[in-house]
């Protein structure tokens, strides 16, 4: 029988945790473990600072970093656990050493798959990006990536074996009645692409998310104000998506800049029955009809437009949204997800 580990290196946000309550659900023996929890290095803060002092002396090119936990430690919890399929999500690289891992898998003859579903954020960490891939992508069985960008890099350039894998969301119980009192709902962290945009609709937009009071001097008075400074999750942040006529999303400039635009929150609106209105992308335009089940935009001036026409609009903006919850029940749920993940790692 599978016995399936995660191994959860974004716990900050609950990708992790769903993931294991889907596996559950499919009757899948499974344990979640948090790596953010797990007995660290003795005196980790002073060892990493010194030693990456010393690497950046000698080395001054290459990635060097000290993973926070006792891999003893660590590999007594393996032995307890004993599982035949360990699943990492997104990365293991800032606890474990990669080769780590892969001692665990040769030793304990463990299968190792990774969820890849943050390798674009390292676009801009080219060291850290150039270590990530050549050091721990190769330990893996098998990689299920969120964007088919990503996976065709990943088979095609580097040679591994990878799966186009999107993301989905947790199964919600939808409000018998919508009370829908936010015109437009961006959910977020701040980054320059995404101000420019939102100022072009600052007049409707409601904005929560991380790291954008550090970017006020680069903001008007009006859109700052309609922003609250602090990342929203689990039932609030579903409340916000049942509040929402327009959830918007936006992606970050090294993910737009890499043509991918599959990010989470799609997933999550759909799952809220909401209208989603997303940048375009030709993965985006290949999962879901665009105009019947989700909206995009391509330009500022389309999303002026596109907000005016859809809030002006009702009955056109619930249907696609009726229509994209729909789609979302019939194959974007985690249980699809894991039923995909579950059919490889019994190979």
């Given at each position: ?72 430690s ?13 699943l ?79 993301f ?113 992308c ?37 249907a696609?949204a ?16 894991v ?9």
């Amino acid at each position: 029988m599978t016995k399936v580990l995660i191994l959860d290196g974004i716990s900050g946000v609950p990708l992790g945790e769903e993931l294991c309550e889907a596996f559950a659900n499919i009757g899948t023996a499974i344990t979640y473990a948090d790596l953010r929890k797990f007995k660290s290095l003795k005196f980790y803060g002073l060892k990493s600072a010194f030693r990456k002092a010393l690497n950046k002396r000698e080395n001054a090119d290459s990635f060097y970093h000290l993973p926070k936990l006792n891999e003893a430690s660590f590999e007594a919890y393996i032995r307890q656990q004993s599982p035949s399929v360990i699943l990492v999500i997104g990365f293991v690289y800032k606890y474990l050493t990669p080769a780590f891992l892969l001692r665990i898998k040769q030793e304990y003859n463990v299968k190792l798959f990774l969820y890849d579903t943050d390798s674009c954020n390292l676009y801009s960490k080219r060291r850290e990006f150039v270590f990530f891939i050549e050091e721990e992508l190769p330990i893996y069985d098998e990689i299920f990536s969120f964007s088919k960008i990503t996976t065709r890099f990943f088979k095609d350039t580097r040679k591994l074996n990878a799966s186009f894998l999107p993301f989905g969301a947790k199964e919600l119980v939808l409000p018998a009645q919508f009370i829908q009192d936010i015109d437009v709902l961006f959910i977020g962290s701040g980054d320059l692409r995404r101000i420019f945009i939102l100022e072009t609709i600052r007049s409707h937009v409601t904005v929560y998310g991380d790291r954008w009071s550090r970017n006020y001097p680069l903001m008007s008075d009006e859109l700052k104000a309609r922003v609250t400074d602090r990342s929203v999750w689990g039932e609030q942040l579903h409340q916000l998506l049942f509040s929402s006529k327009i959830v918007l999303n936006i992606t970050r400039s090294h993910f737009y800049g890499a043509e991918t635009g599959i990010n989470l929150r799609i997933f999550e609106a759909l799952a809220a029955g909401a209208f989603l209105l997303t940048d375009y992308c030709d993965e985006v335009a290949e999962l879901f009809e665009i105009g019947v089940e989700i909206e995009t935009f391509s330009s500022s001036a389309e999303l002026q437009q596109k907000v005016r026409y859809y809030l002006e609009n009702p009955e056109k903006r619930l249907a696609i949204a009726r229509r994209g919850h729909e789609r979302y029940l019939k194959e974007f749920t985690w249980q699809k997800r894991v039923e995909a993940m579950i059919r490889s790692m019994a190979v």
